[in-house]
T-cell receptor, first 112, second 115 residues
Framework: GESVGLHLPTLSVQEGDNSIINCAYS??????FIWYKQESGKGPQFIID?????DKRQGQRVTVLLNKTVKHLSLQIAATQPGDSAVYFC???????????FGAGTRLTVKP | KAGVTQTPRYLIKTRGQQVTLSCSPI?????VSWYQQTPGQGLQFLFE???????NKGNFPGRFSGRQFSNSRSEMNVSTLELGDSALYLC??????????????FGEGSRLTVL
């Protein structure tokens, strides 16, 4: 989920389970979205992207779903592994020409 | 292919001082964006440069400035530092500007502590 403030939303899952991380974006005109993963002490890394003319896109073990009606984005991770533990950010492109604006992030913890 | 390189990685300053951070983008990338990351505000967009021109700016005071050189390397400067400027400053590059033009590649960041 999304929140602004001092505390990141957290999600704790068991290794091997599927994870779903949600994001509510702000602008109905946003046309491009990216999910990033940030591990401790590192910069964000690209996971998967989706354009607004699509509602689903799949990668390796990850799927992004876009619901423009309610301005909602989700990231599904299949068979979650300990290495998936990180903070996950959704980002949306706002404006034309635009720039990427980031959500507050969700901390995913995978229990072995 | 080398990634985005930021220097310095860590630095400590006192209030009132100024700081300059450097970013070398991935070879061939001409767009450089800067973000500030804090626990309270998350990742916030500072500005984006392309072809030595600032093409977009976030909602930060004029104490935050930047520039880009002809080789696409970029610097950002923060003057008259405040305690609240303590943050991780992230640089990201891509081939062309514009949010929908593809992923941003991030560096490891410069962690600034203001005492």
């Amino acid at each position: 989920g999304e929140s602004v403030g001092l505390h990141l939303p957290t999600l704790s899952v068991q290794e091997g389970d599927n994870s779903i991380i949600n994001c509510a974006y702000s602008n109905s005109a946003s046309d491009y979205f990216i999910w990033y993963k940030q591990e401790s002490g590192k910069g964000p890394q690209f996971i998967i992207d989706i354009r607004s003319n699509m509602d689903k896109r799949q990668g390796q073990r990850v799927t992004v779903l876009l619901n423009k009606t309610v301005k909602h984005l989700s990231l599904q991770i299949a068979a979650t592994q300990p290495g998936d533990s990180a903070v996950y950010f959704c980002a949306e492109n706002i404006g034309n020409p635009g720039d990427m604006r980031f959500g507050a992030g969700t901390r995913l913890t995978v229990k072995p | 292919k080398a990634g985005v390189t930021q220097t310095p990685r860590y630095l400590i300053k006192t209030r009132g001082q100024q700081v300059t951070l450097s970013c070398s983008p991935i070879s061939g990338h001409r767009s450089v964006s800067w973000y500030q990351q804090t626990p309270g505000q998350g990742l916030q967009f500072l500005f984006e440069y392309f072809s030595e021109t600032q093409r977009n700016k976030g909602n930060f005071p004029g104490r935050f400035s930047g520039r880009q050189f002809s080789n696409s390397r970029s610097e950002m400067n923060v003057s008259t530092l405040e305690l609240g400027d303590s943050a991780l400053y992230l640089c990201a590059s891509r081939q062309t500007p514009g949010g929908a033009s593809g992923e941003l590649f991030f560096g490891e960041g410069s962690r600034l502590t203001v005492l």
